[in-house]
């Protein structure tokens, strides 16, 4: 846990009445209700939790022991065949590299809206703004799936010759097979539209909350605006943006609709991620699900607990950066 | 929203050569930008045009790149490097948001543009009951009370578990059962909906329990918390010590203290958040296919019988794939939208109501 | 709120084709049922359920079209009262009826045929015709472009493009894929060696979600080709292909060519089970191959009590006269009337 | 009413540096006991002990006794909570409540710890601000937000808000440091007003104000810097200032000023 | 360096609140002007008029002139940075960057200004620290975070981080009301080094400290609660504390102390 917060010695037990005169009301049931309450949430989530893991857990486990071909090395998914093979690989890859391509893109420029809206736009657009960004995270994945299909593909084609003719060189951004853009890097894009405004949202909060007080530190030793935001606003907020991200991150990882409806999957590792063609683990279980029997549907489960272990990792390895620079917290201003 | 924004610098319009001191430096005149941005714009579209370049965004994206560069170059040459660097910075952000303006424009105006050509009186009123894919009948109200049932039992359930959690993870937590909760929200984060639904679905199967709006909404809830929680965390870990201190210096127990003063500073931040995480969960697909079953008629129990949803019948009626059912499904989406944008300003409101009043 | 669509409002639906109710039995249905599967038969549903619902008051029919899979998973978890699918039964699978079903066990029943069309999208080409082995190597990506010469053979005088062959399909498990897959494997089985399943089996080509994904990127994209339903086709205004099956001249897709490939079929199913055998390699004249079937699956006996009236009610008036002559106008060819006949037998039989 | 505070061998550390160690002094009933050293010596985190305030900082811990009237406030059935109620504190930064207006602010201690009538808060409150000499300057605008007071207001609103519940011992973090000479002899007077009842300790770096409002005045002092803070000397104020009997003391005070 | 300010008919508003009015005043360079007055007669709002902070807080608004050597701050080409480059500030709530060490909070308004050699750095650090008497205190510990500090020490730090970047003109609003007399005498000390080369104009709530160490001492004064502040007079410092024009100054340091 990263939290920079006081806490009292764990409550005694009721004083004797004997002790002095005491002020009216002492509301410490109400304290005890309330840890009680809030600990109680705490301990509901865990269980919720937990007990989905578990299931996970178990079923995966169940198709796994039963899987022919090796879990984590097969290029193929087809639990129905005779002999039943899948394997992560692909979906690994895929899932890994488009939610980095989104991340790479929407991170940076999630913070500088969020930052446009704290600090640089003018005082009656920032709220609209704000709102209509908001807005956007109500789009459902499946509107963003057909709007990517049909608007956001046929626009991104002329970007991707344009990269493959000039950014070729890289590997990545050699394109080498003909097909319509539905690549990952297509579907990078369209993730990292989608996580832009929960990003955006949350890491402008954040940015809201520096206090004045520091920001006019900064102006004060003569920094220009942005490097008040460098000074007080960034390093306040970082915990924040990282948690932000994290949020996007979560959503871009499990998407599944959008990806569904917008990459052309295959059971192809490549990186050259113009090429159609790749998967993603939550398309991948969308994909399958419907003709899948119930050994097929645990293969998928265990699919998704491969996803939920990838989730943990990134998460631990975030809060740990936020941990390590817990004293330099903004709580403490 | 409380905008506490500081950093507004007067900007200083340009008259006549600067005098010769300290204070006063060279500077471009306040409409540069402008400029630059014109030049950027007239610089890429040239070059596209040039060579052949048919995708507008490529010619976007150079554009911005210009202006960055030019916007540099010449406020270091004008003025000095810092002031470059700040107005690169000051470009970036612009840029950024720019950026994102377009496609963000795009969907939205597809989605409006799309969905006002079939959303009426009609359409609000009434549900696809005996209305064929290829009709041009038919409407959505099935579907919104479906949405506002599943979702509305879904915030009840998780925004006081969620904002319980943060505020016990924030205010008391230490030691393991804190680490656990933080370990098992961050699994929480990544969990794809149709897993989610899957694991209703089992324990359905197991107690009998036949497909409802109930059953979408539990689901909907695992996925809504992780959100709930982590922004709310945040929020609270932002709140100053020293507020806390001064409320339990006055002998105010901790729980009145974490209601009264902790909340209170934090509600703008908590509100986001929630209405993010409700956004997030009303635009949901795959459980409600699981779990709610969907339907064509208007069931307004959601504890017993078969519902619809708005984004399951938009994915519905994209699925039929005729222009009618388009139609329907770009109105339905503008009505989804539309849902959370009214619940958006109702929340905004309260948490204006009750922000932090601004002051040094 | 309003569940009534029949007339009023700003836009009434233009639900002309309501035939009389009178041919209806509702018998002693009641209640709700709920059946999902094929998105197949998805318009042919919504039509029998609309003119059913209009007879019917008092009975709710909710018809989830999602896949057949889903659906015959749903039938065997006991949640719906019959499925809907684009295969029969596996062994398996009745075996897992057999759960739900208490006394009996799932069956097949043949309700819905039509034909998959092969949709394309290429400027300047509005007629075009493919035989078996050409479909095969062209999803199959062995044929990469348009003008290459074993589609010239067969569209002599038609000016074919030097353009990049896009062929699309299925990126989802699908009852479609699994009936194309069939056909160019009876069909032409030296050039398509794969299983026919819900997968799609080759490694080339492009995917997209759903028939209507397909059709979307059809249209979109130039030098396309796909397969999905014909209603598909003829909503987004899309070309399609005519299949030379070695008859006389090429079959256009269209419910009567269909009719004539089905007509073929033979039921293959045992005791109260009818699922078919379809004839692709059928040669007769103007019969169009590429066909499929959909299936509604039931328990034979140990229905579910509450559901049980209406769902025979319901798949009576579906397997009828009044019920099979809509489907024409619908884009699907009827079930052949003596297959019908022991349809509308087996149905009546059910407890 | 007042109450005695007796301190033994008490020892406070920040995690694992400790800021101040073993102290051991008896705080009179009814008197002004006025902390005076150089700034870092722990007179902060020392009174901070006194109700219990430390142990919120994180990391924070506490060894040794303080009684209060014979009562260990680190007995294992004590109430921190009481303990506050019981011990008010007014702390070095003023920080009223950002979401509260002047009036709630004053209010909150009231409100949050049990009911009251509307007319028994409105006097209470505007008894607080006399006291805190700030009523007429935010009489107009008791419902506008804390955070648009000056420097020097906004302490008089903490101090308002610490009086207004009426502790039994009041602990005044350099209550005045903000305050201009007219507020400063109003808060003054109002401490010689509350010595009459209640227990008070005030830190201060101001020598003319320790003795003039304190009865008796400690002086805290390091022993090297990075060495925890010890008390060097309690006494008469009168003696600390006219024959101190350590060294220290004497010339600390010497350098006197300010 | 040092640079003479030339104020003249300065009026600051807060939103429609207007907080000080008409306000002329000449501040001389290489001197220590002093501001006095009751807490909330707007000493804080007019420093801040000096270096552009004003402006920064929402609905501050400025009209008047502030001539800096002849160059009005509020002119049309004046960018704010330069200016509140050269004129520094200290804040009357010790404000250290929460995020940064305690070497990084000093160092931060150099790293902005060019790029320095480390050890060019670590002299300046040391030597800023130094001035504001902190360094014994801190040199163990310059990498820990600036807000684990004592309020005095967090103060000093901020005016260590004020004088590094060497400023023209040194705004100091209250600095030592959280300092012990040691600490004071130090800044006092520095004060009057400083204005051997700048302008400093101090605020404070302590007589002896502005007749100490300044050389000019302006008296302000409300007209009344809820009106704007006002310059009463300025005039050389032994002049207003020995003989003043104004009967208002006489009333309020008559009730000298403190
Ligand atoms: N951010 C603000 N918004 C609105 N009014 C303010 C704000 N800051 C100060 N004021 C008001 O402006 C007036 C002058 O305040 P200022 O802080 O300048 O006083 P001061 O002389 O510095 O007082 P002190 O000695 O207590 O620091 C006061 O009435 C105060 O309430
Ligand atoms: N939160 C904290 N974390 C770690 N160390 C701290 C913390 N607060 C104070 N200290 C350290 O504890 C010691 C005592 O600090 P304290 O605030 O009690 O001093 P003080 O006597 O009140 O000084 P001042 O007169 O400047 O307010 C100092 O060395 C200080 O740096
Ligand atoms: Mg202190
Ligand atoms: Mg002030
Ligand atoms: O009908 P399908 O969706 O399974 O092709």
Redesign the pocket.
């Known amino acids: 846990m990263a939290s920079t917060t006081p806490i009292d010695t764990p409550p005694a037990p009721p004083a004797p009445p004997e002790q002095a005169e005491r002020p009216r009301s002492t509301g410490r049931a109400g304290d005890k209700i309330f840890l009680a309450l809030s600990r109680g949430s705490g301990i509901l989530l865990l269980a919720i939790m937990a007990s989905i893991a578990v299931f996970l857990t178990y079923r995966a486990v169940i198709a796994i022991s039963k899987n022919e071909g090796n879990f984590l090395t097969t290029f193929d998914w087809n639990p129905a065949g005779n002999p039943p093979v899948f394997g992560i690989a692909v979906l690994l890859f895929g899932t890994v590299v488009s939610s980095i391509i989104a991340m790479v893109i929407a991170v940076p420029v999630a913070v500088g809206i969020a930052l446009f809206i704290s600090h640089y736009a003018p005082r009656k657009l920032a709220a609209p703004i704000a709102y209509v960004v908001d807005l956007l995270a109500a789009v459902p994945s499946i509107v963003y799936g057909i709007w990517g299909a049909l608007v956001l593909v046929p626009y991104l084609e002329g970007l991707n010759l344009w990269l493959d003719q000039f950014f070729g060189w890289t590997y990545i951004f050699d394109k080498t097979e003909v097909g319509v853009a539905r690549s990952l890097f297509t579907v990078g894009v369209l993730l990292a539209i989608m996580i832009l405004p929960i990003v955006t949202s949350v890491s402008r909060e954040v940015f809201l909350q520096v206090p004045k007080m520091n920001e006019e530190a900064a102006l004060a030793l003569g920094a220009t605006r942005w490097e008040v935001i460098r000074l007080s606003v960034l390093p306040f907020g970082r915990s924040g943006i990282i948690s932000a991200s994290m949020l996007g991150l979560g959503r871009a990882l499990g998407e599944t609709m959008a990806v569904a409806t917008v990459l052309s999957p295959s059971f192809i590792i490549s990186l050259h991620v113009l090429n159609p063609g790749g998967g993603t683990f939550a398309q991948n279980i969308a994909a399958k699900f419907g003709e899948a029997d119930e050994f097929g549907r645990d293969a998928l489960i265990a699919s998704g607990l491969v996803l939920f272990v990838l989730t943990l990792l990134v998460n631990g390895a975030a809060r740990l950066i936020i941990a390590r620079r817990k004293e330099y917290s903004g709580a403490n201003a | 929203m409380s905008h506490a924004t500081a950093v507004q610098d007067r900007p200083t319009p340009p008259t006549g050569p600067a005098p010769k001191s300290g204070l006063s430096s060279r500077s471009l005149p306040r409409l540069a930008p402008v400029g630059f941005a014109a030049v950027s714009i007239a610089l890429a579209v040239g070059l596209g045009l040039a060579a052949g370049w048919h995708s507008k965004v490529q010619w976007g994206m150079l554009a911005a790149l210009f202006f960055l560069a030019i916007s540099y170059a010449v406020t270091t040459a004008v003025e000095n490097k810092r002031q470059a660097k700040d107005r690169l910075a000051t470009s970036i952000v612009w840029v950024c948001f720019l950026l994102a303006v377009v496609p963000l424009a795009s969907l939205l105006w597809t989605t409006i543009a799309r969905g006002a050509e079939r959303l009426d009186g009609y359409f609000l009123t009434h549900s696809m009951a005996g209305v064929l894919g290829s009709e041009a009948s038919g409407g959505v109200y099935h579907a919104m009370v479906g949405t506002l049932q599943q979702v509305g039992i879904a915030t009840v359930i998780s925004a006081p578990l969620g904002l319980l959690t943060a505020v016990y993870l924030v205010e008391y937590g230490k030691g393991a059962l804190a680490r656990a909760v933080t370990f098992f929200v961050d699994v929480m984060t990544g969990i794809p909906s149709i897993v989610a639904g899957l694991f209703i679905l089992s324990i359905m199967l197991i107690a009998n329990l036949e497909p409802s709006g109930l059953m979408g909404a539990l689901a909907l809830t695992i996925l809504m918390i992780p959100v709930v929680v982590r922004s709310t965390e945040e929020m609270l870990k932002l709140v100053p010590n020293e507020l806390r201190e001064a409320s339990l210096a006055l002998g105010i127990p901790k729980w009145r203290t974490i209601l009264k003063v902790v909340l209170p500073t934090a509600i703008g931040g908590i509100t986001t958040g929630v209405m993010l995480a409700i956004a997030r969960i009303a635009g949901e697909t795959a459980p409600i296919i699981l779990l709610v079953f969907g339907s064509q008629l208007i069931n307004t129990n959601p504890f017993d019988g078969a519902q619809s949803s708005l984004p399951f019948y938009i994915y519905e009626q994209y699925k039929i794939g005729e222009a009618a059912s388009y139609d329907r499904a770009w109105a339905a989406a503008l009505v989804l939208i539309a849902f959370v944008m009214i619940l958006n300003l109702v929340a905004r409101g309260i948490a204006r109501w009750k922000a932090p009043k601004t ?2 | 709120g309003s569940d009534d669509n029949t007339g009023g409002g700003d836009t009434p639906g233009n639900s002309g084709k309501t035939t009389a109710a009178s041919s209806i039995d509702c018998g002693k249905a009641k209640g709700q049922l709920r059946a999902s599967g094929s998105s197949a038969q998805k318009n042919a549903m919504d039509l029998w359920v609309k003119n059913y619902m209009a007879a019917c008051s008092g009975v709710e029919i909710n018809y989830n079209s999602s896949s057949s899979g889903e659906g015959i998973v749903a039938f065997n978890q006991g949640t719906v009262g019959f499925a809907g699918s684009d295969s029969a039964l596996k062994p398996e699978e009745v075996a897992e009826s057999k759960k739900s079903c208490k006394t009996g066990q799932g069956i097949n029943l043949p309700m819905v045929g039509g034909p998959v069309a092969i949709g394309y999208h290429l400027e300047g080409v509005d007629k075009l015709t493919l035989d078996a082995p050409t479909l095969a190597k062209i999803f199959d990506t062995k044929i990469k472009k348009w003008n290459d010469p074993a589609i010239a053979k067969l569209n002599e005088g038609v000016d074919l493009p030097d353009k990049a062959i896009q062929a699309f399909h299925r990126s989802e498990d699908s009852g479609t894929t699994q009936n194309l897959g069939k056909y160019l494997g009876a069909a032409a089985p030296k050039e398509w060696k794969y299983e026919a399943e819900k997968k799609w089996p080759a490694p080339g080509g492009q995917a997209a979600s759903n028939s209507s994904g397909i059709a979307a990127q059809v249209k979109q994209v130039d030098g396309a080709i796909g397969y999905f339903e014909l209603s598909y086709a003829k909503s987004q205004g899309i070309s399609t292909v005519a299949i030379d099956n070695g008859g006389s001249a090429p079959a256009e897709a269209t419910s009567e060519n269909a009719s004539k490939a089905i007509a073929a079929a033979k039921v293959v199913g045992t005791g109260k089970d009818l699922a078919l055998e379809l004839d692709y390699a059928t040669k007769a004249d103007g019969a169009y191959p590429l066909v499929l079937v959909t299936y509604e699956v039931v328990c034979d006996t140990g229905n579910k009590p509450e559901t049980l009236d209406t769902v025979k009610s319901f798949l009576s008036y579906a397997a009828s006269d009044d019920g099979q002559k809509i489907l024409t106008e619908a884009g699907y060819a009827p079930i052949p009337a003596e297959i019908n006949a022991k349809v509308r037998e087996t149905i009546n039989g059910l407890s | 009413m007042a109450k005695r505070i007796d301190i033994s061998g008490l020892t406070a550390y920040y995690g694992s540096h400790k800021a101040i160690e073993d102290i051991s002094m008896t705080v009179e009933p009814r008197s002004v006991t006025a902390f005076i050293g150089p700034s870092g010596c722990g007179k902060s985190t020392f009174l901070r002990t006194l109700n219990r305030m430390h142990e919120v900082t994180p990391g924070g811990r506490v060894e040794g006794k303080v009684l209060l009237d014979d009562e260990n406030l680190y007995g294992s059935n004590v109430d921190p909570v009481t303990v506050r109620r019981t011990v008010g504190m007014v702390f070095q930064r003023p920080n009223p409540f950002p979401t509260m207006s002047i009036f709630d602010n004053v209010a909150a201690g009231l409100r949050l710890n049990g009911s009251y009538r509307k007319s028994e808060l409105n006097d209470i409150v505007e008894k607080s601000l006399r006291g805190a000499n700030l009523w007429n ?1 935010v009489k107009d605008r008791l419902n506008k937000p804390g ?7 906004q302490q008089r609103l903490c101090i308002a808000r610490a009086i207004a519940v009426e502790p039994q011992v009041l602990l005044m973090d350099e209550p005045c440091s ?3 000479p007219i507020s400063t002899l109003a808060i003054e007077d109002l401490i010689g007003e509350l010595k009459e009842r209640f227990t008070i300790v005030i830190v201060t770096h101001n020598m003319q104000q320790a003795a003039r409002v304190s009865d008796r005045t400690a002086f805290f002092n390091l022993a090297a810097v990075g060495k925890p803070g010890r008390l060097i000397e309690i006494d008469e104020t009168e003696r600390i200032f006219s024959n101190p009997s350590v060294q220290a003391t004497e010339d600390y005070i010497s350098g006197r000023f300010g």
């Open positions: 002051g040094r | 300057e955070s648009g007071l000056s420097g020097g207001q903000a305050l201009d």
